[in-house]
């Protein structure tokens, strides 16, 4: 089925770095997505990123974070500085539908801040 | 705006047992999508069903759920559970009219299955 690439899948980094986190969506969907996930709790929605443009940003969306998907490549977000509360799974999903296409997700990429 | 309850945060079962996970929503749309995801253990969460045709049961690997709009409703249902349905469930809503740029998520039920 239809894939969703994630790069890195593992990052470690000091707290005060930079980190930029790669998503490949599904090739033609027009609509992606990132979900944070702290271990051993739910997942939630950070941001979706539509025709170039942040379309909604949830109260986890510091401004330390940012995204955007430069000419059709990948979808990155991007957190600078880090904080040791953003280690997490980050999980990046895309649609071919905003209403009623479902999410394809990636594996996540797992970030540790130290 | 939309909002999905999940009331149970764990269930927890023995192998051989029925399984219900509770979903109600609330949306301004008429005709919402509804979808449960499935995220095992380590691993990305993935569709389960979906479904958008009211009382209509939808199926897929030995689960099931039906779209009820008169209750809002759209539990997640198996006759008997298994050791490898442990994972976390979520369940979803979406609009289906212009300007629904965000799936709305439950808070997801951990469902256990014992031996």
């Known amino acids: 089925g239809p894939k969703v690439l994630q790069i890195p899948s593992h990052q470690i980094i000091d707290m005060g770095q930079m980190v930029t986190l790669n998503c490949d969506p599904v090739?033609?969907?027009?609509?992606f997505y990132w979900y944070k996930q702290i271990l051993g709790q739910q997942m939630e929605f950070l941001v979706n990123?539509?025709?170039?443009?942040?379309?909604?940003k949830s109260k986890l969306f510091k401004d330390q974070f940012s995204v955007e998907r430069p000419d059709g490549s990948y979808f990155t977000l991007k957190i600078q500085p880090t904080a040791l509360e953003d280690s997490a799974v980050y999980f990046c999903a895309s649609s071919s539908r905003a209403s009623t296409g479902q999410l394809y997700f990636g594996e996540g990429s797992k970030l540790t801040v130290l | 705006g939309d909002s999905v309850t999940q009331t149970e945060g764990l269930v927890t079962l023995t192998e051989g047992l029925p399984v219900m996970l509770n979903c109600t929503y609330q949306?301004?749309?008429?005709?919402?999508?509804l979808f449960w995801y499935v995220q095992h253990l380590n691993e990305s969460p993935r569709l389960l069903l979906k479904?958008?045709?009211?009382?209509k049961r939808t199926e897929h690997q030995g689960f099931h759920a039906t779209l009820h709009k008169s209750s809002s409703s759209f539990h997640l249902q198996k006759s008997s559970a298994q050791l490898s349905d442990s994972a976390l469930y979520y369940c979803a809503l979406s609009g289906t009219s212009g300007g629904n740029y965000k799936p709305t998520f439950g808070k997801g039920t951990s469902l256990v299955v014992h031996p």
């Open positions: 949306t301004i749309y008429s005709n919402p999508f």
């Open positions: 090739s033609n969907h027009l609509y």
């Open positions: 990123f539509y025709n170039g443009k942040v379309m909604e």
């Open positions: 479904s958008f045709t009211d009382n």
